[in-house]
């Protein structure tokens, strides 16, 4: 290089320089670029994408090209600077040279460049690409043999390039990505997501209707109770049992009656002609288990069991879609069943709803670990019969019993903490013992 003019060095040692920029901030493009953004353009037709994504799936081949270049370049840059610092300051500018070189190659060459394709990465790593493409095919034998090594002391360690390349995301990542989507997903379309992915973590015991609030055909009444009955009802489908829901006969569609009933062919004989045998499902089953079951046996509605047969409530398909939707009903006075709110962030609450759609409707934060109900929960904490009037804490919460039905409570007021605070210096009716 004696040939070489100083400053025809100093321009080699600029671009030097600016190759190991260009090899550090394309390294950090690449590799942290959205995978699946990135499989979304490449489908849309996008060259860059489509390159970058060939890439990718080998990042050991990458990664090699990469360092290649980016080795040859500082170690070049080296060997110019050294010639520099001799030249212009015999053996102390050599000291001079390297010293400089090394701060001058961290700023410009390594934390910058990272830096800007950490926070730009598809506005870094998707040109980049076509270098890469070109550069892969004369460079191939070099990289090929850094990467047969570097393999072979991978898999001494048990990890294979194949293996390394696999991004897939579990149901919980999914969950986090989908909730830090932002304004990228509308609301309410990140609601219904989240809500599909909580149908695994749901069980059929979490939506059912409880048995003693089943409603249905019980022909053991007589035949004007039961016309009664199918005419005041509200639903598609109703079960049909004699005297109890134990002596479950089936499930009926209004829809058959009512034309049977207009053809004045509708009795008892001709109602039991109509009915369909019970669809049973275990407990424990989950919301997305049965969802698929609904849809298999073509049902839309059946009956939990326990593990000794008995009937423990009620399961419809419009219940699950419903976890996922929301209610269909757009009537503020029925968004909440059995839920009424008081301006004081207090609610009159049934016994029955599930501690589940309390967390979900009003964003509370009540435990679901154990019982499934509001009654559950106060039965479990008190240890005992309860009693109109008791008050008790459980986590943020104050639990009321207003009212007792059958040595269980059938409707309770529930106070966030913060909001029974406020009601605190009013006198609170305690039960005895």
Known sequence: MDEISTPALFGLL???????????GSETGLMTMNRYRLKHRAKQGERSARLAQTLLERPDRLIGLILLGNVLAIELAAAVATILGLRLGGDRGVAIATFSLTFVVLIFGEAT???LAALYPERVGLPSAYVYTLLKWPLFPVVYVVNLIGNGLLR???VTPEDAAQHSLSSEELRSVVAEAGAMIPHRHQRMLLSILDLERATVEDIMVPRNEIIGIDISEPWEQILEAIISSSHTRLPVFNGSIDDLKGVVHL???VRLAAQDNLNLETLLTLVRDPYFIPEGTTLNQQLLNFQD???RIGFLVDEYGDIQGLVTLEDILEEV???FTSDPATRIKNVYLDADGSALVHGSVTLRTLNRKLGWKLPTGGPKTLN???????????????RIDIGQYQIEITEIRANSVKTARIRP???????SSKPTPQSAG
């Open 14 to 24: 600029l671009v030097l320089i600016a190759l190991s920029a260009f090899f550090s």
């Open 113 to 115: 460049p990272k830096t």
């Open 156 to 158: 001494l360690c048990g």
């Open 255 to 257: 829809r058959k009656l």
């Open 297 to 299: 046996q073509k049902r």
């Open 325 to 327: 939707v929301g209610e």
């Open 376 to 390: 559950g929960l106060v039965m479990e904490q008190l240890q005992e019969l309860p009693k109109s009037g008791r």
């Open 417 to 423: 903490l913060a909001a029974a605070g406020a009601l």
